[in-house]
Nanobody
């Protein structure tokens, strides 16, 4: 069992930045690949970024590539999502998730554990 808690969301203006954190507890965080997903009102939960267990490989949705950076610190049991150049269309609830696999998936159904989400609102 892994418990995940996101933090760092909030209200930011267009072009601004936020850093989301995902604190993990329970089983060894380094045993799990990690992903970030987001869900806007009335829409499906979409893949944003993912990172392998070791942090050596990362993957991004085209919509955030070059603006967002996923990272992790296994010694601190924490994952991060640095979001720069934010746009109104980035507004959503952001979730971190963990799956016990070497190569993380883009399909949210593949993930075993989820956080409660943190709201990100980008105002224009």
């Amino acid at each position: 069992q892994v418990q995940l808690v996101e933090s760092g969301g909030g209200l930011v203006q267009v072009g601004g930045s936020l850093r989301l954190s995902c604190a993990a507890s329970g089983r060894t965080f380094s045993s799990y690949a990690m992903g970030w997903f987001r869900q806007a009102p009335g829409k499906e939960r979409d893949f944003v970024a993912s990172i392998s267990k070791s942090g050596g490989n990362s993957y991004y949705a085209d919509s955030v590539k070059g603006r967002f950076t996923i990272s992790r610190d296994n010694a601190k049991n924490t994952g991060y999502l640095q979001m720069n150049s934010l746009k109104p269309e980035d507004t959503a609830v952001y979730y971190c998730a963990a799956e016990r696999t070497a190569v993380p998936h883009r399909n949210p159904a593949a993930y075993d554990y989820w956080g409660q989400g943190t709201q990100v609102t980008v105002s224009s």
